[in-house]
């Protein structure tokens, strides 16, 4: 799981979430929601240790065997019966441990976590007693048999602390935790109320003749208490430095702790920005393919409109030229009819056949102008429509082709992806240009001028526009398969930081396995200082850290307790 900074205005929920280990913060769901259910699985716990393990050496806080106290702890739960006798003490009292830590309400309960603390205010030692045998009432019946039962075991272990090394001291610091805790479970609470919290659970271990006896047997613990108490514990601390110091030198541990925490949460930011910002790469490339895939697709839409179009105007074409031929065929047969008895009739004066000749030639005149005016006029409204059609047409497509070209630039600026220069769009040809030549409908066409070329056919400009649209849509396919492997290359980063994120959460415990030497280290060397360090079991301490799990600012605590136990 990845670190988060916790900001002032984050709620207990988003604490939660932040922490490095969940299952600290967040209490499994695996108990039942009352002590009740699990009282006679916890009776048992605390009778087999009384039975063979209060002579134990660091019962309670050495543990067990990590996969048998999960295994133990589900069988239990579920109701199997298991003989105890075949685990080891240690692996029961992990069973026991855990249990009461993962318990959804605390055995000593949030309403009386704030009286509790209070009692460690007071200097008296049989004030305090008394304060707390005022407040143990108001635990329900169960808890307070529990906690009976669970001080009645702590009281023989200290009793044999020559054997077990696990004095009242020693017991709160294990057990402090697992017995009471805030109802809002924040990290920065729970240190600073951790001293009082096992000084609390101290006093309950000595004050256990007191607060469980009756009569006789009450004053009689008081009094070998009262008398056992002049005498100095066998395993009081000493301190070889003054408090300022050793203060001093606790918080410059916490500030180097604090230093690693920083860098190890720069990483993680760094990893999750880089993840951020490759899902908006991811979402702006789909949204590119997308686009462009929209316009192949216009572009083959526009093509088949000009397919069909030309198709027509080619049925159109052979119309008019079936038509131009039955007109040839008609005009041949007349000029037949018309010779063959030209012999027979009789000429007419010439009087007569220059005044018929001049009528013909002005009423030709006439129609030949008007024919003229017509064919100017259909012809300069066709040319005025052809030409804003083409300019239309061509501007269209200019326009989309820089568009794209602008599109195809901005992804190239973007990814960094070197392209092969873009080839120029074919533009449509012209319109024809030049003299129009005038010839009637039953004339044959005039043969072309040598050294000019003729003027383009429908045909062959319909043509030019298919092909130029055609160069158009293979750039943009080409274009889109492009765009295509680039998608396929940011899968593959994609892939690669996968990678590195799955070998990122694989090493979270190497890197906190490092950080926990580095604490023992400095520790290490401070006592060394002063003289008074002792040799323990790094591996074994470091599993109990994780097992419990203990959250990593603790640690110098423990590591501290565990070199200098006195």
Same mark, same amino acid.
């Given at each position: 799981?990845?670190?988060?900074?916790?900001?002032?205005?984050?709620?207990?929920?988003?604490?939660?979430?932040?922490?490095?280990?969940?299952?600290?913060?967040?209490?499994?769901?695996?108990?039942?929601?009352?002590?009740?259910?699990?009282?006679?699985?916890?009776?048992?716990?605390?009778?087999?240790?009384?039975?063979?393990?209060?002579?134990?050496?660091?019962?309670?806080?050495?543990?067990?065997?990590?996969?048998?106290?999960?295994?133990?702890?589900?069988?239990?739960?579920?109701?199997?019966?298991?003989?105890?006798?075949?685990?080891?003490?240690?692996?029961?009292?992990?069973?026991?441990?855990?249990?009461?830590?993962?318990l959804?309400?605390?055995?000593?309960?949030?309403?009386?976590?704030?009286?509790?603390?209070?009692?460690?205010?007071?200097?008296?030692?049989?004030?305090?007693?008394?304060?707390?045998?005022?407040?143990?009432?108001?635990?329900?019946?169960?808890?307070?048999?529990?906690?009976?039962?669970?001080?009645?075991?702590?009281?023989?272990?200290?009793?044999?602390?020559?054997?077990?090394?696990?004095?009242?001291?020693?017991?709160?610091?294990?057990?402090?935790?697992?017995?009471m805790?805030?109802?809002?479970?924040?990290?920065?609470?729970?240190?600073?109320?951790?001293?009082?919290?096992?000084?609390?659970?101290?006093?309950?271990?000595?004050?256990?003749?007191?607060?469980?006896?009756?009569?006789?047997?009450?004053?009689?613990?008081?009094?070998?208490?009262?008398?056992?108490?002049?005498?100095?514990?066998?395993?009081?601390?000493?301190?070889?430095?003054?408090?300022?110091?050793?203060?001093?030198?606790?918080?410059?541990?916490?500030?180097?702790?604090?230093?690693?925490?920083?860098?190890?949460?720069?990483?993680?930011?760094?990893?999750?920005?880089s993840?951020?910002?490759y899902?908006?790469?991811?979402?702006?490339?789909?949204?590119?393919v997308?686009?462009?895939?929209?316009?192949f697709?216009?572009?083959?839409?526009?093509?088949?409109?000009?397919?069909?179009?030309?198709?027509?105007?080619?049925?159109?074409?052979?119309?008019?030229?079936?038509?131009?031929?039955?007109?040839?065929?008609?005009?041949?047969?007349?000029?037949?009819?018309?010779?063959?008895? /030209?012999?027979?009739?009789? &000429?007419? $004066? %010439? #009087?007569? @056949?220059?005044? =018929? *000749? !001049?009528?013909?030639?002005?009423? +030709? /005149?006439?129609?030949?102008? &008007?024919? $003229? %005016? #017509?064919? @100017?006029?259909? =012809? *300069? !409204?066709e040319?005025?429509?052809k +030409?804003?059609?083409?300019?239309?047409?061509?501007?269209?497509?200019?326009?989309?082709?820089?568009?794209?070209?602008?599109?195809?630039?901005?992804?190239?600026?973007?990814?960094?992806?070197?392209?092969?220069?873009?080839?120029?769009?074919?533009?449509?040809?012209?319109?024809?240009?030049?003299?129009?030549?005038?010839?009637?409908?039953?004339?044959?066409?005039?043969?072309?001028?040598?050294?000019v070329?003729?003027?383009p056919?429908?045909?062959?400009?319909?043509?030019?526009?298919?092909?130029?649209?055609?160069?158009?849509?293979?750039?943009?396919?080409?274009?889109?398969?492009?765009?295509?492997?680039?998608?396929?290359?940011?899968?593959?980063?994609?892939?690669?930081?996968?990678?590195?994120?799955?070998?990122?959460?694989?090493?979270?415990?190497?890197?906190?396995?490092?950080?926990?030497?580095?604490?023992?280290?400095?520790?290490?060397?401070?006592?060394?200082?002063?003289?008074?360090?002792?040799?323990?079991?790094k591996?074994?301490?470091?599993?109990?850290?994780?097992?419990?799990?203990?959250?990593?600012?603790?640690?110098?605590?423990?590591?501290?307790?565990?070199?200098?136990?006195?």
């Open positions: 799981p990845m670190l988060k900074r916790n900001k002032k205005g984050d709620t207990a929920k988003e604490k939660e979430k932040a922490s490095p280990f969940p299952s600290l913060r967040k209490r499994k769901k695996l108990l039942p929601n009352n002590v009740e259910s699990l009282a006679v699985i916890m009776e048992n716990l605390i009778q087999h240790l009384e039975a063979k393990g209060t002579k134990t050496e660091g019962i309670l806080r050495i543990s067990g065997n990590t996969t048998e106290v999960r295994d133990l702890k589900l069988e239990l739960v579920k109701g199997e019966e298991r003989s105890l006798s075949n685990y080891d003490v240690h692996t029961v009292s992990g069973v026991l441990k855990g249990i009461l830590r993962e959804p309400e605390p055995l000593c309960t949030f309403a009386c976590y704030s009286g509790f603390l209070k009692t460690t205010e007071e200097e008296d030692q049989m004030k305090r007693w008394q304060a707390i045998e005022k407040i143990l009432p108001s635990l329900p019946a169960k808890n307070r048999d529990i906690l009976k039962k669970l001080l009645g075991l702590t009281d023989k272990i200290q009793q044999n602390s020559d054997q077990t090394l696990m004095n009242p001291h020693n017991l709160a610091v294990v057990l402090g935790p697992t017995l805790r805030p109802q809002t479970e924040d990290l920065e609470e729970m240190l600073k109320d951790s001293s009082a919290v096992i000084s609390m659970v101290e006093t309950l271990i000595e004050a256990y003749p007191y607060l469980f006896s009756e009569g006789p047997a009450r004053e009689a613990a008081l009094r070998q208490r009262s008398a056992s108490s002049a005498a100095p514990p066998p395993l009081e601390r000493t301190a070889s430095i003054s408090e300022a110091e050793y203060t001093n030198r606790y918080e410059e541990a916490m500030r180097e702790i604090a230093e690693y925490k920083q860098k190890y949460e720069t990483a993680m930011e760094s990893q999750t920005s993840q951020k910002q899902n908006e790469h991811i979402k702006e490339t789909s949204e590119t997308e686009s462009w895939k929209n316009k697709e216009r572009i083959q839409a526009d093509m088949d409109n000009l397919r069909a179009k030309y198709d027509q105007t080619s049925l159109e074409l052979m119309d008019i030229k079936g038509r131009y031929d039955a007109l040839l065929a008609d005009k041949s047969k007349s000029s037949s009819a018309s010779v063959a008895p /030209k012999a027979v009739i009789r &000429e007419p $004066k %010439k #009087e007569d @056949k220059k005044e =018929k *000749k !001049e009528d013909q030639k002005s009423h +030709k /005149k006439e129609e030949k102008k &008007e024919e $003229k %005016k #017509e064919e @100017k006029v259909q =012809k *300069k !409204e040319r005025v429509e +030409k804003e059609d083409d300019r239309k047409s061509v501007t269209e497509h200019k326009n989309r082709y820089e568009q794209a070209l602008k599109d195809l630039d901005t992804i190239k600026t973007k990814y960094g992806v070197k392209t092969s220069a873009t080839p120029p769009l074919p533009s449509a040809q012209p319109p024809p240009s030049g003299p129009i030549v005038q010839r009637s409908r039953n004339s044959n066409p005039p043969p072309p001028l040598k050294g070329l003729p003027p056919s429908p045909e062959s400009r319909i043509k030019s526009r298919i092909n130029a649209y055609e160069s158009e849509s293979q750039y943009y396919k080409d274009k889109y398969e492009q765009t295509l492997k680039e998608r396929a290359f940011i899968e593959t980063y994609k892939s690669q930081l996968e990678a590195k994120m799955r070998y990122l959460q694989q090493n979270e415990e190497e890197i906190l396995y490092q950080l926990y030497n580095w604490m023992t280290l400095a520790i290490r060397l401070d006592c060394l200082s002063r003289g008074s360090a002792q040799q323990f079991d591996e074994e301490l470091y599993t109990r850290f994780i097992s419990d799990k203990i959250h990593y600012s603790t640690w110098p605590k423990y590591i501290l307790t565990e070199m200098e136990p006195n």
